[in-house]
Every structure is written in structure tokens, then in C-alpha cells.
């Protein structure tokens, strides 16, 4: 996902690229018939309440896409980096959808969500 630089800096180009991800993420909710809400508050573990066509709700926090800049003692430049719900996510049920401009999928990946979207394919 690219992101023009702004010539101001009134916000960091890390907060543009999280909330055009929520945005898209919001749009491919909606696509599959879902009602999505969004969080009002700029931090917290939930970025979006999403109710399915048959009134399940799941709660999802939205996470870029991002790609490995060094490399590590287990990951080559490139790899996608991994990320997983915190504590707190967990405990509340809070999904994890990982958005890029082209793709996104759901963890974990045995969560309710990835559960209703297997039973009803786009």
C-alpha cells in the first residue's frame, strides 16, 4: 500500500496508512452484507463492531498489512510480519483483519468470523 507524503506533516504517514486500511476493511464488510460500526475513540483494542446478514457480531481490530525492512534471526527482508491478538483481544474475542490495498484474511484463522465467511463465500 502506498501512501503519498504529505508536504504538511499535520499526520504521520503510519496513521494515514491505518486509517485507509480500516476504510477498506469497513468496504469489504459492507460488500459481503455486514452493518459495520466504527470506534470514535483513536486507540483501543476494537476498530470496528460488524453485525453478519444473520445478526452475529464480531468484533475486529484492523492491522496493515507490513513487510519485514531488516532482516532478523528468522526472517528475511520482505517477509510479511506476523501478528496475533493481544491478551486483551483475546479475552473479549477480538479478531485481527489484516488489510492491504489487494488482499486481506482474518486471525486467527479459526475465529467465528473466518467460521461465517467459509459458510457463506463471495
Given at each position: 500500500?502506498?501512501?503519498?507524503?504529505?508536504?504538511?506533516?499535520l499526520?504521520?504517514?503510519?496513521?494515514?496508512?491505518?486509517?485507509?486500511?480500516?476504510?477498506?476493511?469497513?468496504?469489504?464488510?459492507?460488500?459481503?452484507?455486514?452493518?459495520?460500526?466504527?470506534?470514535?475513540?483513536?486507540?483501543?483494542?476494537?476498530d470496528?463492531?460488524?453485525?453478519?446478514?444473520?445478526?452475529?457480531?464480531?468484533?475486529?481490530?484492523?492491522?496493515?498489512?507490513?513487510?519485514?525492512?531488516?532482516?532478523?534471526?528468522?526472517?528475511?527482508?520482505?517477509?510479511?510480519?506476523y501478528?496475533?491478538?493481544?491478551?486483551?483481544?483475546?479475552?473479549?474475542?477480538?479478531?485481527?483483519?489484516?488489510?492491504?490495498?489487494?488482499?486481506?484474511?482474518?486471525?486467527?484463522?479459526?475465529?467465528?468470523?473466518?467460521?461465517?465467511?467459509?459458510?457463506?463465500?463471495?
Amino acid at each position: 500500500m502506498t501512501v503519498k507524503k504529505s508536504s504538511t506533516n499535520l499526520i504521520h504517514d503510519k496513521h494515514v496508512k491505518g486509517i485507509v486500511s480500516e476504510l477498506r476493511a469497513a468496504q469489504i464488510l459492507l460488500e459481503l452484507g455486514f452493518l459495520v460500526f466504527q470506534n470514535v475513540a483513536p486507540n483501543g483494542v476494537i476498530d470496528l463492531i460488524a453485525i453478519s446478514p444473520e445478526n452475529e457480531t464480531f468484533k475486529i481490530d484492523v492491522k496493515t498489512r507490513s513487510r519485514r525492512k531488516t532482516k532478523s534471526k528468522k526472517r528475511q527482508v520482505g517477509h510479511e510480519i506476523y501478528r496475533s491478538p493481544t491478551k486483551i483481544q483475546k479475552a473479549m474475542d477480538v479478531v485481527l483483519m489484516i488489510v492491504d490495498s489487494n488482499s486481506w484474511k482474518v486471525h486467527p484463522t479459526r475465529s467465528k468470523l473466518t467460521r461465517w465467511l467459509k459458510r457463506n463465500p463471495q
